[in-house]
């Protein structure tokens, strides 16, 4: 696998296997990588001739009070994971490489109404600069795929339609949830669990089951499930910050006669927030 730290580099060795006729795949990550991404490099390797991870800790994605000082940094075990799947090529820039004119000048990208809620109405801008910072990041490698996991559900509904809103001749693909034994998703934020919490902190996982069950069982009622589902949650001892069922495309709270539904839940536990989410097809 060849490190690059600069765009050029990146861009001349990926030129020659476009003139190869290569198909590229991109697995864009913030690094601290767990089986979850590796899943996501393999996942591109059955698909594409040529893989490009990227590890790039976006500070523009993270609210003023948000972890982004916190969050890990592990290069060195990141690249020989990142080796160990076979990806070809890791581009890891530093701030001035991606924003060279300074992230308050930098030009955005923004999607519209999808942005702002679930996630995004307890993280404001947090979208913004996942939109900014990916389309950047498609620019820079010009990938023939991306693969994006369907643990952080918005964020892969906005780029689908972000990629779609702008042309970008890029093909977005899902990669599945990557779940411990007891349910919990996989997440780098799952190190912040204290041991203490960590025994009930598949909570929200069940209870996003339990409501895509009633669902399949015909329950209609989604305002009454939402609200079992939150009382389960902060009866386990966690604080929910969002727990909604809603259109899966969309992302707009779901009507009784959507036939693709995804419940989406954020919970806060005392040292992480967490996220996850369920879909169901009914009919
Ligand atoms: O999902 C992530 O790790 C990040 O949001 C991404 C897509 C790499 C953009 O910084």
């Given at each position: 696998m060849q490190t690059f730290h600069h765009i050029i580099g990146l861009r001349k060795a990926l030129e020659q296997h476009r003139q190869q006729g290569h198909t590229i795949g991109f697995v864009p990550t913030m690094g601290n990588l767990h089986r979850a991404h590796l899943a996501l490099v393999e996942q591109a390797k059955s698909l594409c001739d040529v893989v490009v991870s990227s590890i790039f800790v976006n500070r523009?994605?993270?609210?003023?009070?948000?972890d982004w000082d916190k969050y890990p940094r592990t290069l060195k075990e990141d690249t020989q994971k990142l080796k160990s799947v076979g990806c070809d090529y890791l581009f890891c820039p530093d701030e001035h490489e991606v924003y060279p004119n300074g992230m308050d000048q930098q030009a955005r990208v923004i999607v519209p109404s999808m942005a702002d809620v679930l996630c995004g109405a307890s993280r404001p801008g947090h979208f913004e600069g996942v939109t900014t910072v990916v389309t950047k990041l498609f620019n820079i490698v010009q990938p023939h795929k991306a693969i994006f996991g369907i643990k952080d559900y918005q964020q892969l509904a906005i780029i689908r339609r972000m990629v779609e809103d702008l042309c970008i001749p890029v093909e977005i693909v899902a990669g599945d949830i990557v779940r411990e034994a007891d349910g919990l998703a996989m997440s780098s934020?799952?190190?912040?669990?204290?041991p203490a919490e960590r025994v009930h902190a598949n909570q929200l996982n069940k209870s996003l089951n339990w409501i895509a069950e009633q669902l399949i069982a015909g329950a209609s009622d989604f305002y009454a499930l939402e609200q079992t589902a939150r009382q389960q949650i902060e009866e386990a001892g966690f604080k929910v910050d969002y727990l909604t069922i809603c259109e899966?495309?969309?992302?707009?709270?779901?009507?009784?006669?959507?036939?693709q539904m995804t419940i989406l839940g954020a919970m806060y536990t005392q040292g992480a927030r967490l996220i996850d989410n369920v879909s169901v097809e009914l009919g």
């Open positions: 523009l994605q993270f609210g003023l009070n948000e934020r799952n190190g912040f669990i204290l899966s495309a969309s992302l707009l709270p779901a009507a009784s006669d959507d036939s």
